[in-house]
C-alpha cells in the first residue's frame, strides 16, 4: 500500500485508468466479436454497418494508448478481408 501523499494519488489514478482502459477494450471486443457473428450469419448489410462503428472504436482505443496503434489497424484490415471474402463467397 502507498504511503505518501502523492503515492496516494498515484494509485488512485492508475485504478481510474485502469477501469477505463477496461472498458474501452471490452467495448471494442464486443463489437468485434458481434462483427464476427454478423458475417458467419450472413447479414452483409449488418456487418458493414459494425465495421464502420468498431473501426470507430479501434481507433479511438489507439488514439488514447489502450492498444497499439499497428494493432488497430491490423484488427481493422482483418476486418475488411474478411467482409470482402466472405462476400465474394457468398
Known amino acids: 500500500m502507498p504511503n505518501t501523499k502523492s503515492a496516494k494519488k498515484r494509485l488512485r489514478q492508475s485504478v481510474l485508468r485502469r477501469d ?19 458475417v458467419a450469419a450472413g447479414k452483409f448489410d449488418e456487418a458493414q454497418t459494425l465495421a464502420r462503428v468498431t473501426g470507430r472504436l479501434l481507433d479511438k482505443a489507439a488514439a488514447k494508448r489502450v492498444i497499439h496503434v499497428n494493432k488497430a489497424s491490423r484488427l481493422k484490415s482483418r476486418m475488411s478481408h474478411l467482409l470482402l471474402a466472405s462476400k465474394s463467397a457468398a
Open 20 to 38: 477505463r482502459n477496461r472498458a474501452d477494450r471490452t467495448r471494442f471486443r464486443h463489437a468485434l466479436r458481434q462483427f464476427r457473428e454478423a
